[in-house]
Structure formats: structure tokens, C-alpha cells
């Protein structure tokens, strides 16, 4: 079909107009058939909700796919996108510049914990894990330690989609269809164990001797051949696994210890979902480097990015001034309406305290969600900051189908966007939740537990 026919077919349909062929669309991480038999289509948001092309109101519960941290379609980031795109629609950052992107990467810098001070920025949360990891494989080299390429990941860990992220990452279901993927790859074993810790409020206070597994990964591997770990301060997509007490302390120490070079994984908790600028500052540990994505822009424009201590940075700045430190990037790095929408939501999150606000609510938060612990065929609850996650007991030689039979119902009965980990029911709604829409969140996923169990 030619571009005028295009054209001619679409003028005229409205904004709202239910598509009449949805079979182009291969949709990411979805059950393409089933989606496409009984559609789950939002046409508009606004603060704490979506609606359907038929107008019907849909409570986000899990604030988009964990980034409207600060509500749907805020004005001051709808405005700051406006006039950036007024201004100027794109502008290299290879060799060339924008003043945004520095007052953007100042600005995260200042957030940060320690001598977090330098950013380098991408597009995505996988983009911003595979920039780490390459940050890390490079600095030993640059340091004159080459021998340091293994990586170490973590089981049920999730680091994005790219070879790099999949490979660190240890979710069995984004590993075993693409081969072999990065060789020279360990797992730490994962800090979840259902019987010490089942139905816990934050962090569970068995698990920090976890940590040492990596001990016994130095001892396999040696020392002086390992570049990195990277861990989730919490296990976001695998269904909220929160750390246990003392973990990350004693990673670091051990990390320390030995040379490598220790990397949270802050794509989903950062920005206020755990109630800080950045979880390590609720943990009290700096890492080396800390990814970002999601909550930078309330997801309104796709960014992501590495916040990088300053000893690691400094140590490329070395050499003729005029050569590539850093031969690594993207033609999106650091687009102008990106920043607009990062600089404009980070001046949102200031000015209406949500941090703060977050970190107020996780007490109310857990109560509510641990309300649903009596609720039949639920096997376990765990929150951690404004996140809460739902593990039933699976259909006998179905797994999965109970958790997908309840984000339909949740869609298309109570009007209800929640996410899925296999049978694991997830929220993790926009950080502005009230009080009240709490309870009306729990009241409605109560009734989806009861109706597939």
C-alpha cells in the first residue's frame, strides 16, 4: 500500500479510534494470541489512571512498567517535551554538544550518593546495564588488570534485554532461547528463600549470608579474573525480591576486598520507589556504578543511564586530549527532549516532596498489601517501599495461567492494571498514590485473588 493511501485511510480517525487490525504489532514480553483475541487497549492517561478508547477508567497499579513514578501526563513534563521540541528536535552528543544534557547529568550527580559524579547516558535500562558492564571490562584495562573479564550476575536477577544484560541476568525464560550468550559469566545464587522469610515488610532479616557465595566464586575463578558484579538492590521483574539486611554491606566489603567493581542494577528502584533518590542511599552502601532508567523521565521520553564514581571515570581522562576515551554510545544518548523530560520531572519529584512522600506511605503501603495474606491459594506477600508482590499457588500442570487469568480479570473487570511474574500478581503503582486509592487497589486485586483461586 503506498504512503498516500496511508494517509488517505487514517484521516479523519480519531485519537481514541480502536485499531481495526492488531496483527502488524509483534508485541514485546506479551502473549501475542491471546492479547489479540480479548485486547487490553489504553488510549489516554491521566495522574493514577488509564482509559480504555471506550473511556473506562483503569487504576495504574504498576505506574506503567514501574516509571510513572510521579503520575500520568504531568503538565510541567508535557510542557518542558513542547517547547524542547521547539527549540531543537535533535542534536549529536559525538564530538558535539547540548546544554541540557549537562545540567541534566549535574543534576543526577547531585542526587546520587558518594562520588557517584559522573553520568553517561543511554536510552534504556538494557542500554544502560551493557554501558556498565563495558565501563567496567574497559577500566581494567585502562588500569593495566586485563585480565579482569568475567562478570558475575545473580540468580533471578533481570539486567535488561541485551547479550549483556541476559547473560548477568538469571531469569531462565530470557536466557535459554539465545544461545550461549556472554561466555565468562558466574551467578551468585539468589537471596530468596520462601521458608526464612515468607510474608516480610522490607527487608528480611535472614539472607545477608548470601552474600558470601561470592567468596566461593573468587576461590573457582580467582580474583584477579573478575571485573564486576551487578546485582538489584531489589529483584524487580522476578517478582519483588527486597534484600535482606546486611546483604549489600557485606557485598561491598567483599567487593572491596578483592578489586572488583560492584554495580546496582537501580533501573526500577531509583527515583523514589524505595524512598530515596536511590536505593543505595537507603542501604548505605556506594557502588561503583549505579544504572538508571524509567523513573528519569517518568517514562514520558525513553532514557537511561550510568552514574559512574569519579575514580573510575578520571582514570580514562588520560592521554592526547583529542583522542576517544571511551570508544561507547548511542545517537540518542542524551536527546534534547529526553533531558527536557528528565530536567522537568526531577524539579516535579523535588517540588512535591515525592520521595519523601513515598517513604511516608510504605508503612500504610505494606499493611495493606499483607491485608491480602489470608486471601485462598496465596503462598507468600512481600513489599519493599511503594512495591508489593503476590506469589499463588499455581493450576496443576499450568503455571502462569493462574497469574495470567488475573491480569485479565483485573483489566477487564475491576478496571485494574497490574503486572505479572509467572503466578506472582505485582503493584507497583505511581509514587502520588493516595491513602484511599491504596485500599481501592486492594480491594480490587483481593477480588481478583479470590475469583482465580
Known sequence: MALDDLVTEGAG?????????????????TSNRSFKKRPRLVSRAKDMHYYTPEGRAILDGCAGLWCVNPGHNREPIVEAIRQAATEVDFAPTFQYGHPQAFRLASRIADLAPGDLDHVFFCNSGSEAVDTALKIALAYHQTTGAGTRTRLIGRERGYHGVGFGGISVGGIVSNRRTFGTMLTGVDHLRSTYDREHQAFTKGEPDYGAHFADELERIVALHDASTIASVIVEPMGGSTGVLPTPKGYLKRLREICDKHGILLIFDEVITGFGRLGHAFAAERYGVVPDMITFAKGITAGAVPMGGVLVRKGIHDAFMKGPEHVVELFHGYTYSAHPLACAAGLATLDLYAKEHTFTHARALEPFFADAIMSLKDKPGVLDIRTVGITGAVDLAPK?????????EALERAFHEEGLMMRIAGDTLVVTPPLIISKDQVGEL????????????
Open 442 to 453: 486492594v480491594e480490587k486485586l483481593g477480588r481478583v485473588i479470590e475469583k482465580v483461586a
Open 396 to 404: 496443576d500442570g499450568a503455571p502462569g495461567l493462574k497469574g495470567y
Open 13 to 29: 480517525v480519531g485519537a481514541d479510534a480502536i485499531p481495526n487490525d492488531l496483527d502488524a504489532f509483534w508485541m514485546p514480553f
